[in-house]
């Protein structure tokens, strides 16, 4: 029996294939090699690429503001600015208005590099909802959203101040 089968035999037999956590869990593993496979041609390593984007809409933050979007602490978001300037694709640069905030904007390489990778996510997100009618795509795209939803954390549960930090 090839090991696929055997995987997919083992994990119906312990109930795997029907817990919602695993599902998610090992579509997520799944997607994230398969956007890693394809967004090393644009040369953006996969753990900046989040960042990336979400820099790409809101160029002119900071760091702090930045991990903030993503849930990160602010050593996290150090690395990761770290990683893209090392990869120049973004710059460290003094505020014109308050000189003590050092915002970030992409580098020309960068914002072509980010171009690029949104077409490809555009081809990805088509695979992932490959034979899904329109109506389909919708109630996914509804139903994972209200699944987040579900997750998030209330504001003040996820403040250093409510932590006593």
Do not use: C
């Not at 150090?78 to 990683?83: E, P, Q």
């Not at 003590?100 to 580098?107: G, P």
């Not at 081809?123 to 795209?141: L, M, P, S, V, Y």
Request: no cysteine.
């Amino acid at each position: 029996m090839p090991a696929q089968k055997r995987r997919a035999a083992a994990e119906a037999a312990d109930g795997l294939s029907t817990s919602l956590d695993f599902l998610i869990r090992d579509t997520r593993l799944r997607l994230y090699k398969y956007i890693e496979a394809r967004i090393a041609k644009q040369g953006i390593p996969l753990r900046v690429w989040f960042p990336l984007r979400v820099l790409y809409r809101n160029e002119g933050i900071t760091q702090r503001e930045l991990g903030q979007m993503l849930g990160f602490g602010d050593a996290h978001a150090g690395v990761i600015v770290g990683v893209m300037q090392r990869h120049s694709l973004v710059a460290r640069e003094p505020s014109r208005i308050d000189k003590r905030r050092i915002n970030l904007y992409l580098t020309p390489e960068g914002r072509k590099k980010t171009q690029q990778t949104l077409r490809e996510m555009r081809r990805i997100n088509a695979k992932i909802t490959a034979g899904f009618t329109a109506d389909e795509r919708h109630a996914f795209h509804a139903l994972l959203t209200r699944a987040h939803e579900n997750l998030a954390e209330p504001r003040a549960a996820r403040s250093p101040a409510a932590k006593g930090g």
